[in-house]
Each structure stands twice: as structure tokens, then as C-alpha cells.
């Protein structure tokens, strides 16, 4: 069975880390062998989402309880839903508290604070204002460019006629789509943006062929995201996924709307 | 020292990305600026045009929240994670495909996690299959439903999930495991 401890160091020596997400490493023990590694915290620097790599981390190491000074109410909750006993509240040095869970002296006192129901109650209190939180963040996020586009479509509607528009989408199905896969592969961000963009496109006579198109490939293919694609996964990887899907995404559009005109009459 | 390097690159990144959500907002409101001293009749028909159609989205907005809040509150990725890179066939395939569906947020977090999974030795086929299932966006789907109707909406989705599915099959096909192994020495010096 393994532990993992939220250390300052790593090794046996070093003190148990205030924080679990951004602690310097996680040593984690293997009770039985006695065996210990201790694996830097990508997240230590402390940047937004640093428990959660922090959970990631303890997961893949598959650990069945994890020891530390402060563990902040999301994190415990993953931690524990995955499985994952979460003993806080401790310090010492990784060896002094690897003995203390040995004798399960930890695991005593971790008993009788979950005894204390009120807790429980003020950690369901404390995950709820986290979501609302991270919502209200989420939400946040995408407004910027979502106003600032609305009001380019404002601009394109006062100023833009639908002459220019009808000599780029012909009314061609097979072309028109293939306009709005091109366009959906070169612009990028929170898709929100391509079905406002899409559903105002559709008010000027375009083709769904085409808004389908621009709104799969959107996502799916991303030029604007490609180097950082290569960098994370590789060339190769990302060149291959791109241009498959690129051709595959073009096939679903088409077949949507067919399967979609036929549903509707 | 690692750690420092990482924790610089970290903070580089995330100035270019405040960079570009901010770039584009104000180069519309200059564009509007600039329209506005030259034609203001027209740009004042921008504006009421833009106006409309926030009064359209703001119903379906509202409800992107409380669907995002719920989402917040009861799926946990970290979950999906812990057997995405154990995962294989058909068990993989859904876990990949759920992972991407329930992933919030700019892809550029996701992609340490994916290179994470792929040093681990998953599959090809699942990072494609994550990737392309971020397109189906349950908490966007008010705003997409308000402009073209739930039918389309199922069956686009329906459709987008089983294209990424056969896009990450394809994947994993033409790149096997060993064309990205520079990719995984490159970044051990991280």
C-alpha cells in the first residue's frame, strides 16, 4: 500500500508541506517495501489549478491516502472520491509521520474529526461556493470575446452587404462547406463565438452545409493552436489529427444536415 | 531549477494569453471608434444590430451559468483521468470521449495532461478522441439550441461524437507509438 506525503524535500527527512497543492514534492512511501520517491509538483509554483495537478499527481500514483498540512476543500473532495484518504492538519517530518500512520495513529485522529458532523456540513457549504466560484470564472472568461464579437457582427451587419457574402458562399453545397470548414480551422476560441457567428450567418442566406462546417471545425481542427499542438503531443500527431479531421469534420457536416433535413422534412 | 524554468515559462504563457483576450476586444472597440467619427449613422446601426442580438443570447447565457454550475459541481475530471491512461478499446474509447465532452476551459491547460498521458503510453487514438470531443459543449448547449433548434443540436452532437471517435481511430492508425518518442525526450529536460 502507498502514501503519499506533501514534503518540502525529498526525502525522508524534509518537513511535511503546508499546502498540499503547491507543495515543493510528493513523496510517496510504499508501506510494505519501505521504499520511497519523491516526485516534483509541476504545479509547486502555485498557478490557478494547482490543487487539481496536485490530485492528478497523487491519482496516477495510485496512493491510498494522502498526508499533508492544508488540503483545500476541492481537492479533498477528488482526493476522496477517487478513493483517497485525506489526512490534514499535520507536520513533522515525512519519516515521523510515516510511523505515526504506520501505528494508525493518524487514522484515529482523522476518525474523530469526521465524527464531528458539522464538518462534513461546512465542507458541502465551502464546495458549493467553490463551484460558484469557478463558474463565475468560467463565465467570465468567455464574455470578452463573445461581446467583442457580437459587436463585430453588429459592424458586419450595418456595413457588410449580403452581395459580398453571397460572391464567398455561392450556394454551392460542396464549395460553401468547404468556405466554412476553412474559416472554422483559422478561427479558434470558445465556440460560443461560432454559433453566434454561424446562427447570424444563416439569417444572411448561407447554407447550414456551411455554418456545420464552421462550427465542427471550430474546434476540432485548430491552426491557430497547431504549435502548441506539436509541442504537446508531437508533429507528427498534430499534422495527422489536424488533416483527418479536417476531411472527416467536412463528412459530418454534410451528413448532419442531410440526416437533419430528411428529420425535419 | 527546473522547477524555476517551468514556473517562468508558466507565467509567459500566461501573459500572451491575457494579451490575446484582451487584443481582440480592443481592436473592435478602436475599429467602432474610428467608424464612429467617420459614419455615425451607420456605426449607430452596428451598435442597435449588436444590441439585438445580445437581447437574443442573454436568456440561453443565463442558463449557460446554472448549466456550468451544475457541471461544476458533480463531474469530476480528475476521475476520468485516473483511467484514461489504463483504459483500452472500448472502455478507453468512452473514457477519452467523456473526458473531452466534460473538459472545460482553454485547451492550452489540457495539453500537459495529454502529453502526461501519452509519455504514460495511451493510445494514439485517445488524445485524438479527447480533442475532438471537445466540441460537444454541454453547458453551451442553451446558446446553441436558441439559434438552431434542438433536433440539430442532437444530431450534430450525436454525429460530432462518433466522428471524433472514427478521427481518433484513424489517428492511431497512421501515427504509432514510437513517432512521438522524440516528443517525450525533448521534454524530459522540462
Known sequence: MKIAISADGADLNARVAQRFGTSKYLVVIDLDSGDFEAVPNP????????????????????????????????????LTSNGIEVISGLSGTVEELVERYKKGVLQKQAETEAEHGAKGRRIDRVILLHAAKSSARQFASLLPILISVVLLIGLFNAFVSKEFLASVFSGNPVLDTLWGACFGSILAGNPINSYVIGGELLKYGVSLFAVTALIITWVTVGLVQLPAEIAALGGKFALVRNAVSFVLFIAVAILTVVVFNLITG | ??????????????????????????????????????????????????GSIFLKILMPLGLVFVVMLVLNLFLKPAQIVKFLGSGAGIKGTVLSATAGIISAGPIYAWYPLLKDLRQKGAANSFPAIFLGNRAVKPFLLPVMISYFG???????TVFTILGSIVVGYLVGALVKVKDVLPSHHSSAGE
Open chain 1, 43 to 78: 504545479a509547486a509554483s502555485g498557478q490557478r489549478g494547482a490543487g487539481m495537478q496536485a490530485v492528478v499527481l497523487a491519482i496516477s500514483k495510485d496512493v491510498k491516502a494522502v498526508l499533508t498540512g492544508y488540503c483545500g476543500p476541492a481537492a479533498q473532495n477528488q
Open chain 2, 1 to 50: 531549477v527546473s522547477l524555476l524554468k517551468q514556473d517562468k515559462q508558466q507565467k509567459t504563457v500566461g501573459k500572451t494569453r491575457a494579451v490575446r483576450t484582451f487584443l481582440f476586444p480592443a481592436l473592435v472597440l478602436i475599429t467602432y471608434g474610428i467608424l464612429f467619427a467617420i459614419m455615425p449613422g451607420k456605426t449607430s446601426i452596428a451598435l442597435k444590430s449588436s
Open chain 2, 150 to 156: 434542438w433536433i440539430y443540436v442532437v444530431v450534430l
